[in-house]
């Protein structure tokens, strides 16, 4: 099987009448042949299959994107929405991405719209919808208002500590910036009421007054 999988990457592995692993590249303009005839040799073949095998069973970018075709209504289509209570998911990390794809799909994080939307996906969708979202160009700054945004900037500073020096995000975390504001405080109300649960973010949420949301808000959307 992996033999199969490598020959459709254009990649021959032979035995040689001495068993000797030889890797024969197609696709290389002068076809090499490599014999090794090492231990350490033969170690670094089988590492080179597992990579192989490896990138086979990633995401598959393609499948994400025709499974994606669901989402453009509300998320827009280049993951850009333009509704400012559905957020932009293009550029968002496919970590987090995929994180709560599983959240709303087993209601941890409460939402009627994504619930049954996420429930019709199979963990494979999901990573495959995550990987083809994060590897679109983020939305641009929103701009925004100014002196809402100026007011938030003191805040923000204990924000970026975990999302990033411009809000970039990573990995589980978020990427905040030139997300909608109206979105970003809905859910930092969320946060603070407990209906969106988050070891992270509840208390942060409770230390925010309702005009320091706003103005947060205002200028993490505006990077
Ligand atoms: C009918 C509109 C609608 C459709 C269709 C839709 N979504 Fe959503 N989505 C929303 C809304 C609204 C939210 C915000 C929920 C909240 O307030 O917590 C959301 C939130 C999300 C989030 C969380 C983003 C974040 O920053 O935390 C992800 C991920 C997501 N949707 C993925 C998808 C995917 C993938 C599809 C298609 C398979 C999809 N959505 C289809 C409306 C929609
Ligand atoms: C200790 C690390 C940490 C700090 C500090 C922190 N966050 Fe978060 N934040 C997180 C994590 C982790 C999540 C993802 C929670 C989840 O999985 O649902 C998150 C999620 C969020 C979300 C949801 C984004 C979305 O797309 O739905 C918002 C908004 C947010 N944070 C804003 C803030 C703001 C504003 C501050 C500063 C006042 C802040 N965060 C400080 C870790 C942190």
């Known amino acids: 099987m992996i033999l199969g999988l490598l020959s459709e990457l254009g990649v021959t592995i032979m035995k040689s009448p001495e068993g000797q692993l030889c890797r024969q590249d197609c696709t290389a303009s002068q076809p090499r042949v490599i014999t090794m005839n090492t231990n350490y040799s033969k170690i670094k073949c089988i590492v080179m299959l597992v990579l192989f095998v490896g990138s086979v069973n990633a995401a598959d970018i393609n499948a994400g994107k025709s499974r994606a075709a669901a989402c453009q209504g509300c998320h827009g289509v280049a993951g850009v929405s333009s509704s400012p209570l559905w957020p932009s998911l293009a550029g968002q990390s496919a ?38 979202y994060a590897g679109l160009p983020p939305a641009k700054s929103r701009g925004g208002d100014f002196n809402l945004a100026q007011q938030g900037k003191d805040k923000a500073a204990m924000c970026l500590g975990c999302h990033g020096n411009n809000a970039q995000g990573m990995g589980m975390v978020p990427k905040l910036a030139g997300q909608h504001p109206q979105y970003l405080a809905k859910q930092l109300t969320d946060f603070k009421k407990g209906a969106r649960k988050s070891p992270q973010m509840n208390a942060m949420a409770q230390s925010l007054s309702e005009e320091d949301i706003k103005a947060v808000a205002a200028y993490l959307g505006s990077l």
Request: aromatic share 8%; charged share 20%.
């Open 95 to 132: 970590t987090y991405l995929e994180s709560q794809l599983n959240k709303f799909s087993t209601g941890q994080r409460a939402n009627e719209v994504m619930k049954p939307i996420a429930a019709g996906l199979s963990d494979v969708d999901m990573q495959n919808i995550a990987a083809y």
